[in-house]
């Protein structure tokens, strides 16, 4: 068995693979003031909730964009698996070709969604293909057809607008992100929600139109992250929403790797 660990800024994601198959998969808060016996107890504590045996667990993959989790990751995978986990690295063992000008700046969650993408969507329909992660960071991801990380786009997501909207506009209330029931909203509260989230949509729209055009207007867009399930149903830009993909890239990375 696998171990893939995807940690993300908002939530800590472990799945389980048996070959190809995902097994099992867990979400925790991201909290960087915890040690590594901390998410140890947390992950044994899950382990054997669900009835899977540490000692089951032949290898751990990781990919993190929180610099000061990494070796807290490391060490709990030491410590309770006696595993040296894999750190996906855009450099070294990417598993694709990176095209960006500093390989070393490509998030390694950004490289395994893409990786899965192509594996998953490309390879066989021979296109280009767009991955929109929908998440606390909103990226875009443009793989060409040939399976090459090509680059892509960073923005924020609607959750760090409403925490901007809430702290630097002093009447204005803190607001969820969710679709409102009309465009046009008739209080503060239907206003700012229509504004997070159909603002929000035509962004992703927006970017999916111009990537495609410059990847020659037929690219495949693949979505995942936290806002994928709420934001896809509203665009037919988005063609396979994959909540797992993060994971299941991390678990050809480490193919790839052995």
């Known amino acids: 068995m696998l171990l893939a660990i995807d940690v993300g800024n908002t939530n800590i994601v472990l799945g389980v693979f ?18 590594a016996d901390e998410v140890g ?3 044994t ?5 669900d009835h899977i045996e540490l000692g089951a667990i032949a290898g751990v993959v990781m990919a993190s964009v929180v610099p000061p989790l990494t070796p807290i990751m490391e060490g709990m995978s030491r410590r309770y698996f006696r595993r040296d986990a894999l750190v996906v690295d855009p450099v070294s063992n990417a598993g694709m ?3 960006y000008k500093n390989p070393a ?16 969507y490309g390879r066989t329909a021979g296109q280009p293909l767009i991955v929109a992660d929908l998440g606390t960071a909103t990226t875009f991801d443009a793989v060409t057809a040939k399976g090459e990380y090509l680059g892509g786009v960073i923005c924020p997501g609607p959750q760090i607008a409403a925490e901007a909207l ?18 046009i909203g008739q209080s503060t509260v239907g206003a700012i929600e229509s504004g997070l989230f159909y603002g929000y949509l035509g962004m992703v729209e927006g970017l999916i139109t111009r990537m495609s055009a410059e990847l020659g207007g037929q690219a495949i867009c693949i979505a995942t992250g936290g806002l994928a399930e709420m934001i896809a149903p509203e665009t ?6 994959d909540p797992d ?3 299941h890239g991390l678990r050809i990375v480490w193919e790839r790797n052995h």
Request: net charge positive.
């Open 18 to 35: 048996e070959a190809s198959t995902l097994l099992r998969s867990w979400r925790l808060l991201t909290l960087r003031e915890r040690t």
């Open 41 to 43: 107890l947390m992950v």
């Open 45 to 49: 504590g899950l382990f054997a909730h």
């Open 97 to 99: 070709p990176i095209l």
């Open 105 to 120: 700046e490509v998030g390694a969650d950004r490289i395994a969604n893409s990786l899965a993408a192509y594996e998953q």
């Open 166 to 183: 809430f702290q630097r506009a002093a009447r204005l209330p803190r607001v969820d992100v969710r679709k409102p029931a009309a465009v």
């Open 236 to 241: 037919p830009m988005i063609h396979h929403v």
């Open 245 to 247: 993909l993060t994971l």
